[in-house]
């Protein structure tokens, strides 16, 4: 069964510019989690989505945002990057009823200069 | 309200000797616990989970952890290090209520010398 896939891998942007990340899910699974790594704040909660329904949001500026398709991809955004965007995204994946265990693609690393 | 917290931040051993990563959980109600290892630039892995079934949890790699409820910790074992063991150790706490909710430790850099 293929993993969570998560593209890019890798982006550039400037400020000011947005950004779209995109996650696929394990098959099967209908719960799509984002979070945030940095080096200063570790690992943050940006939201989860199940049956493209946002079921929880962390505590992050309306800047950043997501949603579900049908076939349970997930795309989040953010818009009027900032410096302190640059950070490794990360999505997860998991069944959604439960708490069961997530399933973590190898991220998105993104660089705002 | 749920938390983990790992008692170091970065534990070294050499080659061969045991590993002990170290977290303490907080949890209003019987919690969901797991560890996952993150190796630099990628994704973080499942190591194991605990879920309410046996107190001992075996996991890959030779890692194991042991759930205690009286003392309220989740320490995550290895008989003998090996070099690829080198990483960042997170334990995690996930409670259940219409969604589910994971609670971070901030990570235990695991140090691996020859």
């Known amino acids: 069964k293929a993993g969570v896939t998560q593209t890019p891998r890798y982006l550039i942007k400037t400020r000011g510019q947005q950004v779209t990340l995109s996650c696929s899910p394990i098959?099967?699974?209908?719960?799509v989690s984002w979070y945030q790594q940095t080096p200063g704040q570790g690992l943050q909660f940006l939201f989860e989505y199940f049956s493209e329904t946002q079921r929880n949001k962390g505590n992050f500026p309306g800047r950043f945002s997501g949603r579900q398709f049908s076939n349970s991809r997930s795309e989040m955004n953010v818009s009027t990057l900032e410096l302190g965007d640059s950070a490794l995204y990360l999505c997860a994946s998991s069944f959604g009823e439960g708490a069961n265990e997530q399933f973590f693609g190898p991220g998105t690393r993104l660089t705002v200069l | 309200a749920q938390s983990v917290t790992q008692l170091d931040s970065h534990v070294s051993v050499s080659e061969g000797t045991p590993v002990l990563l170290r977290c303490n959980y907080s949890?209003?109600?019987?919690?969901?616990l797991f560890w996952y290892v993150q190796h630099p630039n990628k994704g973080l892995q499942l190591l194991l989970k605990y879920t309410s079934a046996a107190t001992l949890v075996k996991g890959i790699n030779g890692f194991e952890a042991e759930f205690k409820k009286s003392e309220t910790s989740f320490h995550l074992t290895k008989p003998s290090a090996h070099m690829s063991d080198a990483a960042e150790y997170f334990c995690v706490v996930s409670t259940w209520g219409g969604f589910q909710k994971l609670v971070f430790g901030t990570g235990t850099r695991l140090l691996v010398s020859p």
């Open positions: 098959s099967g699974h209908r719960s």
């Open positions: 949890s209003s109600y019987s919690p969901s």
